[in-house]
């Protein structure tokens, strides 16, 4: 095929689908049914993410942390692995150049306790990566900096477990989709989402797959079901 004609048909297709944007609720991994808690560290390795969750709560609207409160972020296992590299290059001058780079992940874990019993446990991860010239004695303060970063970046993870926001995905639709088609489903599936349905949507989503399978409608369907595994409990409603 000429690469003029390829062109074209590469717009065509594409011109066959947009992006719409849809909200997503809120997913907490625990039913928190609590305006206060107490955070606490249970060993000194964790008090770094400890602080970070005090700070990353204080600042959520109409939450605060109170150490009297009978809902309790308990910080355990709190660990950090640090990958450091360094890269030397003579130049022409027959003077070395280096570069050091530091790849660290950190996790802690939180266990929700309410009235003295433990609700759940929830895991909290990071990776940070910093580089830069190698001089001497900046091995420590870019160690320091992952460090600072990881914890950070730890709590904010729990941070949006516990208490998470809604936030805007984009999906596809197709609007010259045949009826009855797996697109079609998908315009369906997503029109349900948009109005909340979850269910509905769910069901389109599998009609979808089930017509014509892709990893694009398998990861659809399996989202709506993390979806609904999280914020519903009780049993979808009856077909009429």
């Not at 206060?36 to 990353?56: I, T």
């Not at 596809?172 to 979850?198: I, K």
Request: charged share 20%.
């Amino acid at each position: 095929m000429p690469r003029s004609l390829a062109i074209v048909a590469l717009l065509l297709v594409s011109a066959c689908s947009h992006k719409v944007r849809v909200t997503l609720p809120a997913a907490p991994a625990v039913d928190l049914d609590a305006t206060r808690v107490a955070v606490v560290a249970s060993e000194r390795p964790c008090r770094p993410v400890a602080n970070a969750l005090v700070q990353q709560f204080n600042d959520l609207p109409g939450f605060r942390v109170d150490p009297h409160a009978t809902v309790r972020l308990r910080v355990i296992d709190c660990h950090e692995v640090y990958e450091p590299r360094v890269d030397i290059n003579v130049g022409p001058d027959t003077a070395w150049r280096g570069r050091i780079t530091v790849l660290g992940r950190g996790h802690a874990v939180v266990a929700v306790e309410a009235e003295g019993q433990v609700q759940a446990h929830l895991i909290g991860t990071d990776q940070h990566m910093v580089n830069a010239e190698l001089r001497g004695g900046n091995g420590v303060a870019l160690h320091n900096r992952v460090s600072r970063a990881l914890t950070e970046g730890v709590a904010a993870d729990l941070t949006d477990q516990i208490r998470p926001i809604p936030r805007m995905v984009e999906r596809r639709v197709y609007p010259n989709a045949t009826a009855g088609s797996a697109r079609h489903q998908l315009n369906l599936a997503v029109r349900a989402e948009m109005a909340g349905d979850l269910y509905e949507a769910r069901r389109r989503a599998r009609l979808a797959n089930l017509i014509h399978s892709s990893p694009e409608s398998e990861a659809y369907v399996t989202e709506l079901e993390h979806l609904l595994h999280s914020l519903v409990e009780d049993p979808p409603p009856a077909p009429h």
